[in-house]
């Protein structure tokens, strides 16, 4: 007996994927080098990954480069990259003077373990560009700067409850994992204690009666946070007016506001939704773009709040001090990357071209759908798209579609098989996209870069029609 392909043994777990399927032949003839290392993968790490994002069926790419706008896996083939490091990279892969300030801090050593200049002059920045930040405290990750920022809200305000917005993505800490993709009623998702998820207080997103309603029933709320452009950087957008009225709530209820700006930070404007549209929370979580493409992410926010963390403020003031350790908080290879980063951010037009370049996708990817005939909708604010795959059939234009008339559960309904299967097509054609399926353009983005993404959605859509997709 033969012994199994690398490509067999990688799409031995595709499960759902039917095996005649022309897209999923033709992926797995593009990327024989990718099912090689799957297979590897699988024998060590769960389902062959390391970020849940990353799963996709038979297996993903493995990228050996990449540079600007562009990334190339092992069989050496090219994909426009709209994953963006998860969102990270908004300057693109490579930026020359991040990668210079990264070569420049390697010598000096990666871990002191002590305090080093490049955390004060990254914190310095940071202040600078973010309206809220009077302080700043370093974390290594968005989700490790949520779970902070609740801890500062409840020691600050005395009072235990969250409230959050169904379809917003806060990391993956106990008290942010239901309410997102699942578990919409609040119940606790596996391995939460349901003591903890009764103290989370779920509300649909954007709507003002709601939660006016739910602080005037509970006395007992510490915080709200939210994406401020909708969950999932505007995948199930609100109007933006919620921003302001949220904030006259919260500050008429002493409710601590907390923007978690890990995505829209750096990327909507230099200083983050907050500075685009004008309304300062008092506290805001940052990662992704703060570290430039480094692990690296921070909690912002008012000095009364922070000093929670302080040896001499919360002596002085009889509170207790709040205990915060982190091995990799402000590391100074990431400080670096994220100083330079920022002063990109800070002295250009990065968040414009990216917004710019979003615009121009959004527009010529309805245009294929229109051209196709097909009742789906690609839509998005600033860097951002989302592809609508219409579960209900409504008749709809897809340039005219306005997601705000349309209930979060069913923005974020997809068929999984599809989906996948349009990520499949797209890299066939060069093109790689997030799982939502969206994603994010970049200040890399080139005009190059527009053609090739509409002709693969095009051929991606032909594809899938000559399957009985569509």
């Not at 809200?153 to 169904?166: C, E, L, M, W």
């Not at 929370?281 to 570290?291: E, L, N, Q, V």
């Not at 370049?357 to 600033?382: I, K």
């Not at 790689?432 to 993404?453: E, R």
């Amino acid at each position: 007996m033969s012994a199994a392909t690398p490509q067999a043994e990688a799409s031995s777990g595709a499960g759902m994927l039917a095996s005649n399927s022309g897209i999923v032949q033709a992926y797995l003839t593009k990327t024989p080098s990718s099912a090689t290392l799957a297979a590897e993968a699988r024998d060590i790490l769960p389902s062959g990954i390391v970020h849940d994002a990353r799963h996709m069926q038979p297996y993903g790419i493995y990228v050996t480069r990449a540079e600007g706008s562009r990334k190339w896996d092992r069989d050496g083939n090219e994909y426009v990259d709209y994953a963006g490091g998860h969102g990270a990279l908004l300057l693109g892969h490579g930026r020359p003077e991040v990668l210079a300030a990264i070569q420049e801090a390697l010598p000096d050593g990666t871990h002191p373990g002590a305090n080093h200049e490049r955390e004060v002059r990254w914190a310095q920045i940071v202040r600078e560009l973010v309206p809220c930040a009077e302080r700043v405290r370093f974390t290594s990750s968005g989700t490790e700067a949520t779970h902070m920022a609740l801890r500062l809200a409840r020691a600050h305000t005395g009072k235990n409850k969250i409230v959050r917005f169904k379809g917003h993505f806060h990391g993956w800490h106990d008290h942010m994992t239901s309410g997102y993709m699942s578990h919409f009623d609040g119940a606790p998702t596996a391995g939460v204690l349901p003591d903890l998820a009764s103290q989370v207080i779920l509300l649909p997103p954007g709507d003002e009666a709601a939660a006016r309603a739910a602080f005037e029933a509970d006395d007992d709320i510490a915080a709200a946070i939210l994406e401020p452009t909708g969950g999932s950087f505007g995948l199930v957008p609100h109007a933006f007016e919620f921003l302001g009225f949220l904030r006259e709530l919260t500050a008429k209820h002493g409710v601590a506001l907390i923007f978690d700006e890990v995505i829209t930070g750096f990327r909507v404007s230099p200083g983050g939704a907050q500075g685009y549209f004008g309304v300062t929370p008092d506290m805001s979580t940052h990662a992704k773009i703060i570290a430039g493409g480094l692990p690296g992410g921070a909690v912002a926010g008012r000095k009364e709040m922070l000093d929670d963390l302080d040896f001499y403020a919360a002596k002085e003031s009889g509170r207790e001090k709040i205990f915060h350790p982190g091995t990799f908080n402000a590391n100074p290879v990431s400080a670096a990357a994220g100083t330079a980063a920022l002063t990109i951010v800070r002295d250009s037009d990065a968040c414009e071209r990216a917004s710019a370049f979003g615009a121009e996708l959004r527009a010529g990817l309805n245009g294929v759908l229109e051209d196709e005939g097909v009742p789906w909708s690609v839509y998005g604010t600033f860097s951002s798209f989302h592809l609508f795959m219409n579960p209900r059939g409504r008749a709809i234009t897809p340039s005219a579609f306005d997601p705000l008339e349309i209930d979060f559960a069913e923005l974020k309904q997809r068929p999984p098989e599809l989906v996948n299967k349009i990520r499949l097509g797209l890299l066939v054609n060069g093109v790689d996209i997030q799982g939502w399926p969206g994603g994010m353009a970049s200040a890399a983005n080139t005009a190059d870069d527009l053609p090739v993404t509409v002709d693969a959605f095009r051929e991606t859509i032909r594809m899938l029609r000559r399957e009985g997709e569509l």
